[in-house]
């Protein structure tokens, strides 16, 4: 899922939103007849087009070493194709939530989806790397006005009693679009559809988006946020700046052999993020809609959270891009072969993660979420060593004990911690903080696709240039995929010691209970 990919937590960005949606919305929902139809027809809609954004995150990953034999991308484009995807909807994720709360959800969706389908075709018709990397940059600032309504068109759509069966059917999306993402590239990449190679997995959205727009004209109602927050478009600026200057010298800097700009740039971002913060503090005292609401990072538990979150990205990032191209490139697999190994891993993180909501942390709270840390760490351990052992013999039935248990060790993570996160946060500034907590995991996401430069092709150049035949190549990935694990299960220890910060017992918010609770508080996570 990458990131991607069983991709954690995103929760729409509501903090637009920080009380529940309009009151006129809200009374239709209660009013809504019980055999009315529509209001089904829309959540079908609007499902389908979280399933689109879900599949095609996951979806890339399994067909990027297609990409780069066909198109001839580098192997810093290839990044970029990921993180340029999670940048721009990180970046647009909280500004895409507030233009639907004060331009209408309905509206934004249907500019999103329509926009995603565009930019789904010109990545389908990229007739180069350079466009297939801007095309999908595209993609991710249309998906940051298109997801953010799903879950607000929802609740200004249904009545609070049949909200939990509405989100229900939204986790057994997500762990649909798990599975399902990665087996479709590798069958639309191994089947080769027409000649057209890895194209079809962008092309395939065209009509699954337009039947969305025509539907969705028709069955969504409108809705806004009565007292919908401000855009601050300056505070975007300067978050997509600062993590431009950081991203652009990691992926780029390996090829240009590290100039001197590169350190310059990374070290400049830090000072345009400083400068993002004491903007941030001037808006929020000027006029309360700051992009940012600092105030949420003096509650401990919020603050260890957020960093618990952007790291675990970080981990993610790294994870499933290096995995996918040591399976093709080092241990020369097709696609499905690859696709299908993963199938055990995704079915692990659904098990686990319902499992862990419904049973472990009501429980056992807090150390439920430590476990899945230690538990994902000796997946990626016990990877190591099976890798080592194995070589590039290994057998996809070999990888499929480490991959359920860091499937494991991740389903008991993802599910339960937006809720950890969110449990002393003040219900009213739940909106905000829920939106940002999926934001800074999707940039978490585009900073560990950036390191993969660092962790995993430096190691890889090096044994390249030495290598003279296949076997020798094979090895230089397999050697950067385990140096690379070493990195992942660094980070995941990181991520155990931080959460020892989280409340020892995360509220669990009920959907409906408590009506008057921001509409956010039990938000399913929609994975990206």
């Known amino acids: 899922m990458t990131a991607t990919e069983t991709e954690p937590a995103r929760v729409t960005s509501d903090k637009a939103q920080p009380t529940t949606p309009s009151d006129a919305a809200e009374a239709a929902a209660q009013a809504a007849p019980a055999g009315d139809r529509r209001r089904w027809f829309a959540l079908a809609i609007v499902m389908t087009a979280a399933f689109m954004d879900l599949v095609d995150v996951t979806i890339v990953n399994i067909a990027i070493p297609s990409i780069q034999r066909e198109a001839g991308a580098s192997f810093s484009q290839i990044q970029w194709i990921t993180a340029g995807y999670a940048l721009a909807f990180a970046a647009g994720l909280i500004t895409g939530g507030r233009l639907g709360d004060i331009h209408g959800r309905k509206k934004l969706f249907l500019i999103g989806i329509g926009g995603f389908t565009v930019a789904s075709a010109l990545c389908g018709f990229a007739a180069n790397p350079e466009m297939l990397v801007a095309s999908r940059i595209l993609q991710g600032a249309m998906a940051a006005l298109m997801v953010p309504q799903v879950l607000s068109i929802v609740h200004a759509t249904f009545p609070a009693h049949e909200r939990g069966k509405v989100f229900g059917l939204f986790g057994a999306v997500v762990g649909l679009g798990a599975v399902t993402g990665p087996l479709l590239g590798a069958l639309l990449t191994e089947w080769n559809l027409f000649g057209l190679e890895w194209r079809p997995i962008f092309l395939i959205n065209l009509p699954v988006g337009i039947a969305g727009l025509i539907l969705g004209s028709r069955f969504i109602t ?76 003096k509650v401990k538990s919020f603050a260890a959270g957020i ?222």
């Open 222 to 297: 409108e809705s806004k946020a009565p007292k919908a927050l401000k855009l601050d478009l300056v505070g975007v600026a300067l978050v997509t700046i600062g993590l431009l200057m950081l991203l652009y010298p990691l992926t780029r800097g390996r090829e240009l052999g590290w100039p001197v700009w590169g350190y310059v740039s990374m070290a400049g971002a830090f000072v345009v993020l400083a400068v993002l913060v004491l903007f941030e503090r001037r808006k929020a005292s000027r006029d309360g809609s700051p992009l940012v609401e600092l105030s949420l990072f």
């Open 307 to 528: 960093a618990v979150q952007t790291v675990f990205g970080v981990a993610l990032g790294i994870f499933f891009l290096v995995w996918t191209l040591y399976m093709q490139f080092g241990l020369g697999w097709s696609p499905l072969k690859a696709g299908l190994t993963g199938i055990p891993f995704s079915i692990a993180v659904s098990t686990a993660a319902g499992l862990s909501v419904q049973q472990l942390v009501p429980r056992f709270g807090r150390r439920v979420l430590q476990a899945g840390a230690l538990v994902m760490a000796l997946g990626v351990l016990l990877y190591i060593w099976e890798a080592n052992r194995y070589g590039l013999s290994i057998a996809p039935w070999q990888m499929a004990l480490p991959l359920v248990v860091m499937g494991v060790g991740m389903g008991l993570i993802v599910a339960p911690l937006t809720d950890a996160i969110l449990s002393e946060v003040p219900r009213e500034h739940s909106g905000s903080a829920s939106g940002l907590i999926n934001t800074v995991q999707q940039m978490g996401n585009a900073l560990g696709l950036g390191l993969v430069s660092v962790v995993f092709f430096g190691v890889v150049d090096d044994r390249l240039a030495e290598a003279k035949e296949r076997t020798a190549a094979g090895l230089a990935f397999a050697d950067g995929f385990q140096n690379a694990l070493w990195w992942v299960a660094a980070v995941l220890g990181v991520i155990f010691l931080l959460m020892s910060a989280l409340p020892k017992r995360p509220a669990q918010h009920v959907e409906g209970a408590d009506d008057s609770a921001p509409a956010t508080d039990k938000e399913p996570a929609l994975a990206g």
